[in-house]
T-cell receptor, first 112, second 115 residues
Framework: DQQVKQNSPSLSVQEGRISILNCDYTNSMFDYFLWYKKYPAEGPTFLISISSIKDKNEDGRFTVFLNKSAKHLSLHIVPSQPGDSAVYFCAARGTNAGKSTFGDGTTLTVKP | GAGVSQSPSNKVTEKGKDVELRCDPISGHTALYWYRQSLGQGLEFLIYFQGNSAPDKSGLPSDRFSAERTGGSVSTLTIQRTQQEDSAVYLC?????????????FGSGTQLSVL
């Protein structure tokens, strides 16, 4: 049973437009959510996070929205840049921390 | 070092051989994690170490897999009698205290190929 799902394996957008990456989860014990970005041949790097007590967190061009009732979160990138082309992973953790559970990732391609 | 260091970066082995993968976490980080990413898949949790607590081994796929963390720092992931399905990128990560709101710092991974 996959507890964190990213249903879109890939997304392609034009430079300057908005990129929206989606993530759904099933475990109601998750209360902290993180997005990581991964370039080829590198490990994932942290991008932005949100606690379950919030519904929005913004950092520059990146905004994460959380809808707890729907168990859904999304990452918005505005404006998208070619350097944003990477694999984006959604991850979730519970209060007691320990392991993070990751989705399968969404490959974002931003076309110049 | 400044980041999480993993070695080797690439490992090619024959089916049935044992392999050891090494992870050197960020200095001062008490939590250490191993994940693997098979081709076209997401990150699969393997094992988690936090301080002196018993490790969370719930993600290890079989008893051929084991890991240890010596002195609360360096960790070694051992795969015995490797199989072709073990081929993947093995990623190590560390964090300061393993609390829920912490981000993980990942190494670049070890690409394991079992022929």
């Amino acid at each position: 049973d996959q507890q964190v799902k990213q249903n879109s394996p890939s997304l392609s957008v034009q430079e300057g437009r908005i990129s929206i990456l989606n993530c759904d989860y099933t475990n109601s014990m998750f209360d902290y959510f993180l997005w990581y970005k991964k370039y080829p041949a590198e490990g994932p790097t942290f991008l932005i996070s949100i606690s379950s007590i919030k519904d929005k967190n913004e950092d520059g061009r990146f905004t994460v929205f959380l809808n707890k009732s729907a168990k859904h979160l999304s990452l918005h990138i505005v404006p998208s840049q070619p350097g944003d082309s990477a694999v984006y992973f959604c991850a979730a953790r519970g209060t007691n921390a320990g392991k993070s559970t990751f989705g399968d990732g969404t490959t974002l391609t931003v076309k110049p | 070092g400044a980041g999480v260091s993993q070695s080797p970066s690439n490992k090619v082995t024959e089916k049935g051989k044992d392999v050891e993968l090494r992870c050197d976490p960020i200095s001062g980080h008490t939590a250490l994690y191993w994940y693997r990413q098979s081709l076209g898949q997401g990150l699969e949790f393997l094992i988690y170490f936090q301080g002196n607590s018993a490790p969370d081994k719930s993600g290890l796929p079989s008893d051929r897999f084991s890991a240890e963390r010596t002195g609360g720092s360096v960790s070694t992931l051992t795969i015995q009698r490797t199989q072709q399905e073990d081929s993947a990128v093995y990623l190590c990560a560390s964090s300061y205290a393993g609390t829920g709101n912490e981000k993980l710092f990942f190494g670049s991974g070890t690409q394991l190929s079992v022929l």
